[in-house]
């Protein structure tokens, strides 16, 4: 049950974000992508009429998916030359690991069912170190922290790569099954997250386009 409400918990996010779309800054909009995409991805897959192999199969692009966006990003907000070039190689070197780990799903005929947790755990450890050093840094320098939208933005990002790196990282043990409600509860944390970084962002735009005005 707690899991459909976290997946129906995302258009709390998306309405929110297509209603403020003209006033979100690109790295905004890129996680409303995803968020959008990420939805009709669960839509799918969680549709019994949908083949058991294209289940998986979308299921498994959609981290490559989250992972491209999530590193772009992470290039967007890079204050430092050397986070923008990590930024840079891992948005060639995310693709090339997730065609290695999942060779066996692109060959012809495949009807593999399994998800890769190798890829997913790894990609979301080493976004969610990333992500973490820069809310870090972000709240050394913010004074008001819990009204200023990047908080917010870069706190839930970070808490949704922990939280599916630790997911994975369990997927192949039977513990996995004693704590999978932790998922759909952080996933509704991070939804509320997102929604509340959204509404300061675009209520930021709003005032600054007002200054501007004046």
């Not at 998306?14 to 003209?22: A, V």
């Not at 669960?42 to 981290?63: K, T």
């Not at 939208?149 to 599916?164: D, G, Q, R, T, Y």
């Not at 932790?182 to 997250?193: A, E, G, K, P, R």
Request: charged content about 15%.
């Amino acid at each position: 049950m707690l899991r459909y409400i976290s997946i129906y918990w995302t258009l709390l996010p998306i309405l929110t974000g297509l209603f403020f779309i003209r006033k979100l800054a690109f790295e905004y909009r890129l996680v409303l992508c995803l968020l959008i995409y990420g939805f009709f991805t669960d839509m799918i897959v969680g549709n019994a009429r949908v083949s058991e192999p294209l289940r998986y199969f979308l299921f498994n692009f959609f981290h490559l998916f989250e992972s491209i966006m999530l590193t772009w990003v992470l290039i967007y907000l890079g204050k430092t030359e050397r986070l923008k070039m990590i930024g840079k190689f891992l948005l060639f070197f995310f693709p090339v690991f997730w065609l290695i780990t999942h060779s066996e799903l692109l060959s012809p005929g495949s009807d593999i069912k399994k998800i890769s947790p190798l890829f997913s755990a790894s990609y979301n450890m080493i976004l969610a170190v990333l992500f973490g050093f820069l809310t870090i840094k972000f709240a050394e320098k913010t004074v008001e922290l819990f009204s200023n939208s990047m908080f917010w933005f870069l706190l839930a990002i970070f808490l949704n790569c922990f939280c599916v790196f630790f997911i994975f990282s369990l997927l192949t043990t039977s513990f996995i099954r004693e704590i999978w409600f932790v998922q759909s509860s952080l996933n509704i944390l991070v939804y509320t997250m997102f929604t509340t970084a959204f509404i300061l962002e675009a209520k930021r735009q709003g005032s600054t386009l007002q200054i501007k005005q004046e």
